[in-house]
């Protein structure tokens, strides 16, 4: 008898996400729709450091980063450092898209870059994109 409730791999009830937003309604909103989704929310974190901290204890699958967060280190800061330390995957959320902040964000090699307001099936794709192209990045290395 097959059962036809066994996948291959991973199941999206696997897929633990980080979330980077400093602000908080948005952040639960955010949570809201990935739950709702399947995803599994590691936590929610609203600084670039604290976002540091939380990859290295948690690492997650994914961190969803907001580019402007309040504090010292702003989300393209922060998600260089996990880039390098941890070589987590990152997808930018963001508001504010100006030259400048764009050309540093494609500096650490995002894994997507969405502009907020956001539709769910946009961060759906975008996330599933993600987790496929870091698991292919380290099936070649």
């Keep these: 008898m097959i059962n036809e409730d066994h996948h291959e791999g991973i199941t999206m009830s696997d897929i633990s996400i980080l979330v980077v937003e400093d602000e908080t309604i948005v952040a ?3 949570k809201k729709m990935l739950e709702k989704n399947g995803y599994s929310i590691s936590s929610i974190a609203t600084s670039g450091e604290e976002a540091i901290t939380k990859a290295d204890l948690l690492y997650p699958d994914l961190i969803l980063m907001d580019i402007m967060l309040k504090g010292e280190m702003d989300g393209i800061d922060a998600a260089g450092t ?3 330390k941890f070589d987590i995957p990152f997808i930018y959320l963001t508001a504010h898209a100006d030259e400048n902040m764009l ?8 894994y997507g870059y969405i502009s907020k307001p956001f539709k769910e099936k946009d961060l759906r794709a ?9 698991e292919n990045e380290i099936r070649l290395k």
């Design 126 to 134: 975008n996330i599933e994109i993600a987790l496929h192209r870091h």
């Design 28 to 30: 639960m909103g955010i």
């Design 82 to 84: 996990i880039r390098e």
């Design 103 to 110: 050309e540093r964000a494609k500096a650490t090699q995002p």
